[in-house]
């Protein structure tokens, strides 16, 4: 995605006295919202120094907004609306007015986010208003506020629609096409473009027909992953379990760090994988914070951790190199620098394998997964790098964090952990016999808890894609170019669509239903082409884990509820102070 032309006048100082005065606006607006016009006309005059009226200030004025974006696409005349007959127009879909004052100075802050994290932007907005205790979100406050879907105008160039009822996110991805725009990581693409200067800004920045080109080469490579190297997995989770024995307490207690160590696991099945490599993540010398296993970790935890800074509010990283845009790029160099080593010594592995008939063998089942990108897909080196650090960032952290809060839900429920153990018992009634991918396979119980702690807590709350054509949503007109933002979270946690949508009920997903049929009500890996590349080696090792603990373990919890933060994916926000009890 392109970055986003704007004219700046005293930057920081402007941002700074913009936010601000958002924020108290919109505190007047959820006060009384008969007032909220006035108040920030008032704000608006104090802030910048020029006459302001209401009257004066237009929806979408081409001649006051100087922004512009690769996104920004015209809508036709004679584009098709598709659904209702008589939809009303854009205009009047809902949502909070008083941001329309704000786009007729938005072209005077510094260059913003893409519109996937404008959500964030609406945190920025209401901080301090909102009691997230109560577990009240800045888009559950919108659509409480303005209903099922709503819109937000203007200040990031281009208006953004957002939705969580089923029939519309359905709707949307039904005219998605076969390549499907969404928002990408600004910060990552500046890092590849400008500080790596790589030829591509990774796949997860890609759009259109050059994802596409990457996705083909490698999903069928996704899909059997897992099975090739499931018995290597199940060797790292006993490893896991072996440094749990040395950790507790003697009350049987992890420390808090306990999150870390799971991140060391979801890591070392990565590498086990892509690379074929053990890296000792979980092994003593690990720990040891010279070693290269701590320096991947610790530079994962500051990549995660920075880059959600980075894409939060104001990107004034693109014009001068900021405190956390240094930070974060500095432990991506650390992750570029590993990924580089090993696919050099693919690349080497391979310039001295045997040729047959002019041509190198084909990478054998049991090959690494990089060699395969390499050799029987073709892939260029620098793709292959971006590719493997965005599945690093997230795709690490998204399994890790999955898997905290499954165990969690688990220690919440002991009738339903009681269960999981039954069901795995029966499987396996010696408790020395090994798991085997069609034991597993069958553990239907298990695969029901992984689905509702997805439903409950997904690694991504939301998706968002830009329109292709103009389509028509809750008896509304959305053209061609308006980005959605679809808040699955919230989707699949409203009465409407489950019931007592709140708690932890795995049998909802035993019931018998047609694969043929998508429930868009819960979409904890997304949808269509862009949905997530490493769904089954996910699955897998999260079924393998937690087959193998709670066979072994009674899991408990003591203290407060643990919800998430957002952090780019969601995140626990308290430690995981689990107790592991041996089983008699």
């Known amino acids: 995605m392109d970055e986003v032309k704007t004219r700046v006048v005293d930057g920081t100082n402007c941002s700074k006295q913009l936010k601000f005065g958002v924020e108290r606006i919109l505190s007047d607006e959820i ?42 696409l015209s809508i036709p005349k004679s584009d098709q609306i598709i659904g209702d007959r008589t939809p009303l127009p854009f205009e009047e879909v809902p949502g909070p007015t008083v941001l329309k004052i704000w786009e007729k100075y938005w072209k005077y802050v510094p260059l913003l986010g893409t519109q996937l994290f404008s959500s964030l932007l609406i945190n920025r907005f209401t901080q301090g208003r909102l009691t997230w205790n109560r577990n009240i979100t800045p888009l559950k406050y919108l659509f409480n506020e303005y209903g099922c879907i709503v819109r937000i105008n203007g200040p990031l160039s281009g208006d953004i629609v957002i939705i969580h009822r089923p029939e519309h996110i359905a709707e949307v991805f039904k005219q998605e096409g076969g390549t499907p725009i969404r928002s990408g990581i600004d910060i990552l693409q500046h890092y590849r473009l400008h500080h790596r200067k790589y030829r591509l ?104 951790k920075y880059m959600s800074r980075c894409e939060t509010g104001f990107q004034v990283w693109r014009f001068f190199a900021t405190p956390f845009a240094k930070t974060l790029f500095e432990a991506c160099d650390v992750l570029d620098g590993v990924i580089g080593k090993y696919v050099r010594h693919a690349q080497n592995k391979l310039r001295n394998r045997s040729p047959v008939g002019g041509k190198h063998d084909r990478a054998e089942d049991g090959s690494p997964v990089l060699e395969k990108f390499l050799l029987d897909e073709g892939i260029h080196p620098d793709d292959v790098c971006t590719l493997l650090m965005d599945m690093i960032i997230l795709g690490v952290q998204a399994t890790a964090n999955c898997e905290a809060f499954l165990l969690y839900y688990l220690a919440k429920n002991p009738r339903t952990q009681r269960n999981v153990y039954d069901e795995i018992m029966n499987i396996l009634p010696d408790k020395k016999s090994s798991l085997t991918p ?147």
């Open 31 to 72: 006060s009384s919202k008969k007032t909220a016009a006035s108040m920030a006309e008032t704000q608006a005059t104090n802030i910048v120094a020029e006459p302001l009226s209401r009257g004066d200030i237009p929806l979408l004025d081409p001649a006051t907004t100087e922004v512009s974006s690769t996104l920004e």
């Open 438 to 584: 069609n034991k597993l396979n069958s553990m239907r119980y298990l695969k029901a808890c992984i689905q509702e702690s997805l439903r409950l807590k997904p690694a991504f709350p939301y998706f968002t894609r830009l329109l292709p054509k103009t389509i028509s949503l809750h008896g509304y007109t959305v053209p061609k170019g308006t980005f959605v933002i679809m808040a699955n979270q919230i989707t699949s946690q409203r009465e409407e669509n489950y019931e007592d949508p709140e708690k932890f009920r795995p049998e909802r997903w035993l019931k018998n239903s047609s694969d043929a049929d998508t429930d868009f009500s819960c979409l904890p890996f997304g949808y269509g082409a862009r949905s997530c590349l490493g769904k089954n080696m996910a699955e897998t090792t999260m079924m393998l884990l937690t087959a193998k603990l709670i066979r072994q373990f009674r899991v408990e919890y003591d203290y407060a509820d643990i919800g998430s933060k957002f952090m780019m994916v969601n995140v626990p926000n308290k430690p995981l102070r689990f107790r592991f009890v041996d089983r008699i």
């Open 201 to 304: 800004a990774g796949p997860f920045s890609l759009q259109g027909a050059e994802w596409m080109e990457i996705r083909e080469k490698v999903e069928e490579e996704f899909e059997k992953i897992a099975s090739s190297f499931f018995y290597k997995i199940d060797t790292i989770c006993d490893e896991l379990i072996n440094r749990m024995y040395k950790i507790r307490n003697k009350q049987d207690e992890v420390p808090r760090t306990f999150h870390e160590d799971i991140t060391r696991w979801s890591m070392e099945c990565f590498c086990t994988v892509i690379f074929n490599k053990h890296l000792g993540f979980l092994e003593s010398a690990g720990y040891n914070t010279t070693s290269e296993a701590a320096r991947i970790i610790n530079s994962l935890t500051t990549a995660h």
